[in-house]
């Protein structure tokens, strides 16, 4: 059991690590040689790069803004950080600093990746962008950046998350502007990747800020429930129902997860029960416990379970 454990977290963390690579291919492979941004921590990131004349690369404003936003985060409201996400935005500084020296990788004139058409740049360099991002949340990752800055604006304020990406990405692309060798064309080149990324991390992730209702059909339901309630710390609902053919009575489990929690649930309820049926759909606004608040900007008074 404890091998099997430990086979599994190393297939993690490997996965997590081609991910950050993939995710790093992206900006110093096809972004960045080409004078390119986007929206996110690394748009920003790229733009202090281009401001200050590749004095201070990309990979290191990345690392120390991701340490400042984290510790920011903890002080003011305890957020915590796995070590996933931890080892995730060391991982994709350390695979930029490398992808940075392999000149034959990168998206330039006279290497075999270099594509004459710059259109077609940002929607390759999206595509690898929601892989390596993807992959990341499906290992119960996160590469931090805007997240952090989204779950701090929303932790108080009724903005919804989706709406702080697109407001932060969209200032972030205009930002470019103000760089005296960029013009409106470099910001819509940003724009381009921003849409191809957003589009794409829906059919590897699906849905970069959903949540999940799934209906468990299974003869081990308690063992499931048991687990999720006393491992992952969620809840778990269990509905009567009948199957109208047998007429037989069975139990049903009611779950609600986040994006994050889903690879690991399913994982959880194959291991309990191989033969379980399980229906999955994609739910956009979640409110309660553990999920999203309906906010007024007041913080509301903690509970005596908080206290």
């Not at 993690?12 to 972004?31: K, N, P, S």
């Not at 350390?94 to 020296?101: E, R």
């Not at 986040?258 to 959880?268: A, D, F, G």
Request: net charge neutral; aromatic share 12%.
């Amino acid at each position: 059991m404890e091998s099997g454990k430990i086979s599994r977290l190393l297939k993690d963390y490997l996965v997590l690590t081609l991910a950050c690579f993939i995710f790093g291919i992206c900006w110093e492979c096809f972004m960045i040689p080409n004078g390119m941004s986007a929206g996110g921590m690394m748009g920003l990131c790229t733009i202090i790069q281009f401001a200050t004349g590749g004095f201070i690369p990309a990979q290191y404003t990345y690392f120390v803004i991701n340490a400042a936003l984290i510790i920011i985060a903890m002080l003011a409201m305890g957020i915590g950080f796995g070590f996933k996400t931890l080892y995730c935005i060391a991982m994709s500084s350390l695979a930029m600093a490398v992808l940075s020296k392999l000149t034959f990788l990168h998206c330039i004139p006279g290497e075999f990746f270099y594509v004459q058409e710059r259109v077609l740049i940002p929607i390759i360099a999206g595509l690898f962008e929601a892989v390596g991002i993807g992959l990341t949340i499906r290992f119960g990752g996160s590469t931090g950046g805007t997240d952090i800055i989204a779950v701090m604006v929303n932790k108080y304020w009724p903005v919804s998350l989706s709406t702080v990406f697109l407001i932060s990405d969209v200032i972030v692309c205009s930002m470019l502007l103000f760089l005296p060798e960029k013009n409106f064309s470099d910001m819509c080149y940003g724009l381009e990747e921003l849409v191809t990324f957003s589009l794409l991390i829906d059919i590897v992730v699906g849905g970069k800020k959903s949540s999940y209702q799934l209906l468990v059909f299974s003869e081990q339901y308690a063992a499931i429930a048991d687990h999720i309630i006393n491992v992952m710390d969620r809840g778990a609902t269990v509905l009567r129902a009948q199957g109208w053919y047998t007429k037989n009575e069975k139990n049903v489990l009611l779950l609600l997860v986040s994006r994050n929690e889903l690879p690991e649930i399913t994982k959880v309820i194959k291991s309990i029960d191989p033969k379980a049926f399980m229906s999955v759909s994609s739910t956009n606004n979640v409110y309660g416990e553990g999920f999203e608040e309906i906010k007024t900007g007041i913080p509301t008074k903690k509970s005596a379970k908080e206290s």
